[in-house]
């Protein structure tokens, strides 16, 4: 193990400035921002596009929830593909675009399949984004500034949420649903603009020690990431993360609206000022942590993200245990940090697990695993239990309680996966990028 990594491994000053490096991490961030804010959007209005539809809870998270990962999942592997092949920037460029038009063509359905079909839209748009912005983000910064710069990146979720919650909750109340999907559809376009305009695409692997000079198919990639037990764990770590976490977001607004009769505005204020504060004040803790000397040895962030995950899952099951709105905002401002904590940290050791011509294939392969929990098992099953345990009149505010208490300790699952990745990662990362 190499005691000083300055030492062994390139400068980022030797090919980029620092305002470059910072600048191109910034706009990576909003295109992060934008990704989320048209995700989580759905989950705002998901009761009253459930009540104008006259669907089950089942009926809407396929709506949500299935039909943007199966696409998202589907389209992943060949754009990641192209990812580590191509120009990422016209990528990511492209890809932007799609899910915004799509996201704003959500807002334009005047049906289920029409609205439907611009979710979908928006699943095979977002799958060309993260793996993208990831392996630009590896080029510009190097492996032990990367765990820092991928939590700055991760400020995009809690920015995201706050969009997709506070924001799209006060448009859907003062304009009805179909206007928060515009309104939060149109700015990525201007976005993609701007990074085909000012974004150069930067050198694969230059701020790393092993060459890498042939580009994997994806069955050498499977079969690598497999053999690196600890990138396994953590993939696994962050997927259960999201699965947990994420999962229980679905449908969050929807418990508030009915377990407090709140309408969709109200129930969008009491989440989202706690994405953008906690979220973001967490994702800063995160940056300052591990940006500090301590943090280089990635067996410390693992034994961080598996104590606050652990830690964290106790608040999330009470806040749905308890019948005072109170209570369970408090726990909601203790709980919800926590989806933002492991983000950038699991994304910066799966860039240093991964050799450069892997990066964007790895990140997609995490995605396929996060988001079959987050977007395909979470809300298909919350919806489903929530059915199941529903009464003669449907679906109530008790059924959904149950299903939501059943998903909140999974968060222990999480954390198991962070402490086994610490017996593999330091062999892992030293045979992936040559130092640790």
């Known amino acids: 193990m190499a005691s000083n990594p300055a030492e062994t491994q390139p400068s980022a000053d030797e090919v980029s400035s620092l305002t470059t490096r910072w600048y191109v991490l910034f706009i990576m961030m909003l295109a992060y921002t934008i990704n989320i804010a048209d995700r989580y959007v759905m989950s705002t209005v998901l009761e009253p596009i459930r009540l104008e539809l006259n669907l089950s809870d089942g009926g809407v998270a396929f709506l949500t929830g299935v039909s943007l990962a199966f696409f998202y999942v589907i389209m992943g592997f060949p754009l990641s593909w192209i990812a580590d092949r191509y120009n990422r920037r016209n990528l990511l460029a492209a890809s932007i675009a799609v899910w915004s038009a799509m996201t704003a063509l959500c807002g334009m359905?005047?049906?289920?399949?029409?609205?439907?079909?611009?979710?979908?839209?928006?699943?095979?748009?977002?799958?060309?984004?993260?793996?993208?912005?990831?392996?630009?983000?590896?080029?510009?910064?190097?492996?032990?500034?990367?765990?820092?710069?991928?939590?700055?990146?991760?400020?995009?979720?809690?920015?995201?949420?706050?969009?997709?919650?506070?924001?799209?909750?006060?448009?859907?109340?003062?304009?009805?649903?179909?206007?928060a999907f515009f309104v939060l559809g149109v700015p990525g376009i201007l976005l993609a603009i701007v990074i085909m305009l000012t974004i150069r695409e930067p050198r694969r692997g230059r701020l790393d020690v092993v060459a890498d000079t042939d580009t994997p198919n994806l069955a050498e990639t499977l079969t690598f990431i497999w053999s690196q037990k600890g990138m396994v764990h953590t993939i696994m770590g962050g997927g259960i993360s999201a699965l947990w976490g994420w999962g229980l977001m679905w449908f969050t607004p929807t418990f508030i609206q009915r377990?407090?009769?709140?309408?969709?505005?109200?129930?969008?204020?009491?989440?989202?000022?706690?994405?953008?504060?906690?979220?973001?004040?967490?994702s800063l803790l995160t940056a300052w942590l591990v940006g500090r000397p301590a943090y280089t040895d990635?067996?410390?962030?693992?034994?961080?993200?598996?104590?606050?995950?652990?830690?964290?899952?106790?608040?999330s099951i009470y806040a749905y245990y308890t019948n005072s709105l109170g209570v369970a905002t408090l726990m909601w401002w203790i709980f919800i940090p926590a989806i933002y904590f492991y983000i950038g940290p699991v994304m910066s050791l799966l860039q240093n697990l991964a050799p450069p011509k892997m990066r964007a294939m790895v990140i997609a392969v995490s995605l396929l695993v996060a988001n079959v929990f987050n977007l395909i098992v979470a809300p298909q099953g919350v919806g489903l239990l929530s059915d199941y345990f529903a009464g003669p009149g449907g679906a109530d505010a008790a059924s959904l309680r149950t299903a939501l208490l059943i998903l909140a300790p999974t968060g222990l699952w999480a954390a198991w996966h962070y402490w086994r990745a610490e017996k593999y990662i330091v062999e892992d990362q030293k045979r992936a990028i040559g130092y640790v």
Not at 259 to 271: E, K, N, R
Not at 299 to 313: C, E, P, Q
């Open 259 to 282: 377990t407090y009769d709140l309408d969709v505005g109200q129930a969008g204020a009491v989440i989202g000022p706690i994405h953008l504060v906690m979220g973001i004040g967490a």
């Open 109 to 179: 359905s005047q049906g289920y399949m029409q609205l439907l079909l611009a979710r979908i839209g928006v699943g095979v748009g977002e799958a060309g984004g993260t793996p993208a912005c990831n392996s630009i983000v590896a080029d510009y910064f190097p492996a032990s500034r990367r765990a820092m710069a991928m939590t700055i990146f991760a400020l995009g979720a809690p920015i995201g949420a706050w969009l997709g919650a506070d924001m799209a909750g006060y448009v859907a109340a003062e304009y009805g649903w179909r206007m």
């Open 298 to 315: 990635p067996r410390k962030i693992l034994r961080l993200l598996g104590v606050v995950t652990a830690a964290a899952t106790v608040p």
